[in-house]
T-cell receptor
Framework: EAGVVQSPRYKIIEKKQPVAFWCNPISGHNTLYWYLQNLGQGPELLIRYENEEAVDDSQLPKDRFSAERLKGVDSTLKIQPAELGDSAVYLC??????????????FGPGTRLTVL | AQKVTQAQTEISVVEKEDVTLDCVYETRDTTYYLFWYKQPPSGELVFLIR????DEQNEISGRYSWNFQKSTSSFNFTITASQVVDSAVYFC??????????????WGAGTKLIIKP
């Protein structure tokens, strides 16, 4: 079974440029997460989707970040314009959430963004 | 407030030694879930274990074992006879069960484990 797929793996852009990340979750997983991870720290949730609905986007900087999950499958995270402080690894994860508590999340390899 | 503390920033041991990674959590909920994830140098987070607050049984999986103690709010992870391949950053995480079922995973800062040959 294929895992969570993310692209690109690496991205280098200049500040003020736009950038987009793509995620394809595990087939059948209804919940999708975007995290930001800085070096030496744990992941920080940006947005969580249940199917196509964003159920938690409280940590998403909405002035420059946007996300969508079309048809409740693939998802795209966009930053426009990028700032120097956005340099980090952007992780996508998916899980199959049913009644009975949260299940484990399966993570993709991440996209390492460098803003110059 | 929910919080996860992994006080050990980095641990270095020689191969075949046993090592314990500490995790202390804070929550006011009676129902919650605890997780451990491994992040090897390749970067991909890998799930290791999930434990709910009503199950205090310790768990053993091969060389890995987990000690859950509600009395001390700890969920420690022990690797027996460590191997070089165990070198990674290990994260402990807490997920509560809110009224609206909008779970939020709270992550610790991680412990970097270095196993020397």
């Amino acid at each position: 079974e294929a895992g969570v797929v993310q692209s690109p793996r690496y991205k280098i852009i200049e500040k003020k440029q736009p950038v987009a990340f793509w995620c394809n979750p595990i087939s059948g997983h209804n919940t999708l997460y975007w995290y930001l991870q800085n070096l030496g720290q744990g992941p920080e949730l940006l947005i969580r989707y249940e199917n196509e609905e964003a159920v938690d986007d409280s940590q998403l900087p909405k002035d420059r970040f946007s996300a969508e999950r079309l048809k409740g499958v693939d998802s795209t995270l966009k930053i426009q314009p990028a700032e120097l402080g956005d340099s980090a690894v952007y992780l996508c994860a998916s899980s199959l959430e049913l009644a009975g508590g949260p299940n484990e999340q399966f993570f993709g390899p991440g996209t390492r963004l460098t803003v110059l | 407030a929910q919080k996860v503390t992994q006080a050990q920033t980095e641990i270095s041991v020689v191969e075949k030694e046993d090592v314990t990674l500490d995790c202390v959590y804070e929550t006011r909920d009676t129902t919650y879930y605890l997780f451990w994830y491994k992040q090897p140098p390749s970067g991909e987070l890998v799930f290791l274990i999930r434990r709910n607050s009503f199950d205090e049984q310790n768990e053993i999986s091969g060389r890995y074992s987990w000690n859950f103690q509600k009395s001390t709010s700890s969920f420690n992870f022990t690797i027996t006879a460590s191997q070089v391949v165990d070198s990674a950053v290990y994260f402990c995480a807490l997920e509560n069960e809110p009224m609206d079922s909008n779970y939020q995973l709270i992550w610790g800062a991680g412990t970097k484990l270095i196993i020397k040959p």
